[in-house]
């Protein structure tokens, strides 16, 4: 039951990453003036750093789901690819000073949360002998 939510929870990531690379700023509804000059200014990496983190996240949530300890090194690229992804926005924007921390904390910090429980979850699966 959790890992099959778990490859629901990277098929919505895969369908938000498509959204963002074909409709840019007004991926989450109508942009501002202020969400379209942030997306005009991030890097030609980010969106492929995006692509990564929430491929390597459906890889893992599939493997884990099929009971194979092999998701951990996918899981681990997905958090480590989220947090780089989340801490350089955070830090090289002003996007937390513009919009308030809660309007753009919460989900970045629950994706973080959700990748590292499916990391805990594999390893926890290994230990237990539920994934091979």
């Given at each position: 039951?959790?890992?099959?939510?778990?490859?629901?929870?990277?098929?919505?990531?895969?369908?938000?990453?498509?959204?963002?690379?074909?409709?840019?700023?007004?991926?989450?509804?109508q942009?501002?003036?202020?969400?379209?000059?942030?997306?005009?200014?991030?890097?030609?990496?980010?969106?492929?750093?995006?692509?990564?983190?929430v491929?390597?996240?459906?890889?893992?949530?599939?493997?884990?789901?099929?009971?194979?300890?092999?998701?951990?090194?996918?899981?681990?690229?997905?958090?480590?690819?989220?947090?780089?992804?989340?801490?350089?926005?955070?830090?090289?924007?002003?996007?937390?000073?513009?919009?308030?921390?809660?309007?753009?904390?919460?989900?970045?910090?629950?994706?973080?949360?959700?990748?590292?429980?499916?990391?805990?979850?594999?390893?926890?699966?290994?230990?237990?002998?539920?994934?091979?």
């Amino acid at each position: 039951m959790t890992t099959g939510v778990l490859v629901l929870w990277g098929l919505v990531g895969c369908f938000m990453c498509l959204q963002q690379l074909r409709l840019g700023a007004d991926a989450m509804g109508q942009a501002s003036a202020y969400d379209r000059a942030l997306y005009a200014a991030l890097p030609n990496w980010y969106d492929s750093l995006f692509a990564i983190a929430v491929l390597t996240g459906l890889v893992g949530a599939v493997l884990l789901f099929m009971r194979r300890a092999s998701a951990r090194p996918f899981l681990i690229a997905s958090l480590v690819a989220t947090i780089a992804q989340f801490g350089w926005l955070f830090a090289s924007t002003d996007i937390v000073a513009h919009k308030g921390a809660s309007e753009t904390l919460g989900l970045p910090f629950v994706i973080i949360a959700v990748a590292a429980f499916t990391l805990w979850l594999v390893g926890h699966a290994r230990l237990k002998g539920w994934a091979v």
